[in-house]
């Protein structure tokens, strides 16, 4: 179990943007009577702490090969020396890179991906190679797919997509976008998407059929164009997006349409790029409220 951290009473009944000073002031906001959410700006790439209301600890996504030990050091800011779980969305270096520093520096006590087959990345790659030997070499390692969902303390983590079985779904062997993690944490009546790499294709899909609906939303795909179609971010209905990405990305993201729409939706959008860290609370009925840490 992770080191206990700091708690202070919730903010309630309205949604507020604070300016935290320096690192050594997190802790007072780390732990709330709720869920809290921590979007760690990992420049190009994904990291997204969940502190449970007895500060219990999921980490989904890690950073890339650099920035995972940007991960690292926010969680030892926090007092954590060891995670309940880590979700690996897919394998690609932005998002699993930060495992060799994660999983060697603090272990965990389960770690989860999507099981999406490795085989030839790994015999030309030795990234994927090394990747498997450490997070799917885990004693603890479980491959996940949609159905799947587990709680602690009260949270619910729930896997939407990839479908348990390839066949009819995206091609997994070829695409790992397409095979990301969609996870919803569900915490009462709080919920945040939290949609890795996901493809238009898999979000359309997913927008046919699932209960999409959450107040917070990780965009897809670090707010690109390939991702965060339109009738995916109507089904999901967010009142805040947050994107994380670097600050001088190599691909123009965010999508200016994706932009569009949720300027014209009235959601509140927040940048690891421009923002910082994003700190996120929330209690059982549904009330939340936003902390950004700056530079």
Excluded at 58 to 63: E, I, N, P, S, Y
Excluded at 67 to 87: H, M, N, P
Excluded at 105 to 133: C, H, I, M, P
Aim: glycine residues 8%; neutral net charge.
């Amino acid at each position: 179990m992770s080191k206990k951290i700091p708690k202070k009473s919730f903010l309630r009944d309205f949604f507020i943007t604070a300016a935290l000073v320096c690192v050594p002031f997190l802790p007072a906001f780390a732990g709330s009577s709720g869920l809290t959410l921590h979007f760690i700006d990992v420049g190009e790439g994904d990291a997204v702490l969940a502190v449970t209301p007895s500060s219990r600890t999921v980490l989904v996504d890690a950073g890339n090969l650099i920035s995972g030990f940007r991960t690292a050091e926010y969680l030892k800011s926090l007092g954590i020396d060891r995670l309940d779980a880590v979700i690996f969305s897919h394998a690609h270096p932005d998002h699993a890179g930060g495992a060799f520093f994660i999983l060697q520096e603090f272990g965990a006590d389960r770690v989860f991906d999507n099981g999406q087959s490795l085989k030839e990345l790994a015999a030309t790659q030795d990234f994927y190679r090394w990747y498997g030997l450490l997070a799917r070499g885990h004693k603890n390692y479980k491959a996940i797919n949609a159905g799947y969902a587990f709680e602690i303390d009260g949270v619910i983590f729930r896997v939407l997509w990839p479908p348990a079985s390839p066949a009819g779904g995206p091609a997994l062997s070829a695409d790992l976008n397409a095979g990301s993690l969609v996870v919803m944490v569900e915490y009462g009546d709080f919920r945040c998407l939290l949609s890795g790499d996901s493809t238009r294709e898999a979000q359309s899909r997913l927008a046919l059929g699932a209960d999409l609906s959450a107040k917070v939303l990780k965009l897809g795909h670090h707010a690109d164009c390939d991702s965060n179609p339109e009738g995916f971010l109507k089904a999901v209905s967010p009142r805040v997006a947050v994107a994380s990405i670097d600050r001088d990305d190599a691909r123009n993201r965010p999508c200016p349409e994706t932009l569009k729409y949720l300027d014209r939706a009235g959601a509140r959008l927040y940048r690891t790029d421009q923002d910082n860290d994003i700190i996120i609370t929330a209690d059982k009925n549904g009330d939340y409220a936003a902390i950004v840490k700056p530079r």
